[in-house]
């Protein structure tokens, strides 16, 4: 049966095929599906197939927030009765859903969230939630700090020695695409309060090409192709 989404196809085995097309993307995707998940797990069992199913073929596990992080901002801290609690739920969770995780890195976004064009949503620097990150028992932060909103670098200086910083380095909403040597400015911000080690390169956000973000695909690969340069610059600079 076809439709404007996707085609499916019945092979010889039983085996069901479901092909959709995606003009936007340079690339293809291939997911393989099993009768398995959390219709036949117990209720302390609901989602575990899931996540170990996700994590067991990866190096590295990140996990998108898009609530802790706009905790940071005055304004909706304000809408809370204790946000402080808030952010103390998001982290509980988080780190609910990675307990028992070990040989692989785990990453938290702390998303701002990104409307594209249009900006962002979360304003003002880590420090409010920064108790916070604290507790969380990830490997990875990933921050976002080309918006001009994202406050200043010195609070790396605050976050766990032994945690790496995914650093937002490269813009993701506006039309503007940074020059490798812009980026380059932005990371060595950032190592001036951590070490070279811990500092992974990352764009602000999501790109997602043809989304309700609508970042054209070319500007995106422009965007990533600085980014890579910026860290052959920042390697040439700053060896091991």
Known sequence: MDNHFYQRTVLPNGVRVLT???????????????????????????????????????????FDDPHLCLLADPKVRAEF?????????????????????DGITTAVHLCRRNKGRQGWIGEGGYEPIVPFLQRLRVSQYVLEFTIPVAGDFAVLRKLPDDRQIGLGCVDCRGAQVDSPEAIVGRVEQALRHVDRERVWLNPDCGFAPGSAADIPID??????????????ILRERHPA
């Open 20 to 62: 959709s097309a995606m003009p936007t993307a340079r690339s293809a995707s291939v997911s393989l599906y099993v009768g398995a998940g959390s219709r036949y797990e117990s209720a302390g069992e609901a989602g575990l197939f899931r996540r170990d199913d996700e994590i067991a073929h990866h190096t590295v596990a990140q």
């Open 81 to 101: 009765k204790d946000p402080d609690a808030e952010a103390a739920l998001c982290v509980d969770l988080l780190n609910e859903i990675i307990a028992g995780v």
């Open 219 to 232: 500007e995106a690969y422009a965007k990533l192709g600085n980014e890579a340069a910026a860290a052959r």
